[in-house]
């Protein structure tokens, strides 16, 4: 594998006549990750990572500077999984000058559930992979489902702008009591990793409710009750179209729920962890 610091070093270093997949990261990386590495391999003939921890997506008061920084290990990670090319830049050489030109995201979609509470976090994050799609110029890109608005909307700034990549969306990978594998676990101590896995059962039981019949409010207001009880403090717990994220027009009454694919996701904070999960499922 070969690393390489800056946009020029990264070009000279792609081979632009083999199929280029290419995984966008903030390091500190996790089985999650590799998945996205192997998968990149599977689909494609020369597969670039980046690591960047992207001041821009991160608000006045969160941990940008406390955000888990393991350059060694993931290396070393990212080696054994077969990347060939790594893309570590510094601030300086991905904004050598003020980023005065930024991505804004559509409202609809930006402006609703991680966006409410993190007010500029997808046009940061918007403006960085743009930015990284015109250093690294691949023909594929893979993202998380766990982050699944954000892949959301990566796939639709690709189409607006028209740019000549292909956007993969890959599985979670979860670990085996079924949290959903995160750079921000290892915030985590003891008691707060063993209550953890509550987020993700809450979304299980709510896919289980609405499936049911039962009123989506209703579902939705005993989900955060749950936690709330445990001593979490969701921003989130909700029953959204899997297309577009839109809500219910009308909220549902109890009988059949309406078909179609649907994706329950919250967003919750343990301690002074903030942890966010997803489950996708569909009514026929």
Known sequence: MKTVR????????????????????MGNLHAGHLDLISTAKAQSQLVVASIFVNRLQFGPHEDFDSYPRTFFE???KLEASGCDVLFAPGEEDLYPVPQGFEVSPPDNLAGILEGEFRPGFFKGVCTIVLKLFNCVQPNV??????DYQQAMIVDHMVNQFALPVDIVKVPTRR????????????????AERADAVQLYLVLCQMRESFKAGHNISTVE??????LQSRGWKPDYLTIRSALDLSPLSVIQ?????????????????????????NLEF???
């Open 253 to 277: 009454k109890e009988g059949n729920p309406p078909p179609g694919c649907w994706i329950a996701l919250g967003a919750a904070r343990i301690g002074k962890t903030r942890l966010i999960d």
């Open 175 to 190: 670990e085996v009591d079924g949290l959903a594998m995160s750079s921000r676990n290892g915030y985590l101590n003891d």
């Open 141 to 146: 890109a893979f993202f998380g489902r766990k």
């Open 282 to 284: 569909n009514v026929n």
């Open 6 to 25: 800056t946009i020029s070093e990264l070009r000279q270093s792609i081979d632009y006549n083999k199929r280029v997949g290419f995984v966008p990261t």
């Open 221 to 226: 207001e005993e989900a955060k009750h749950h």
């Open 74 to 76: 993931d290396t070393r």
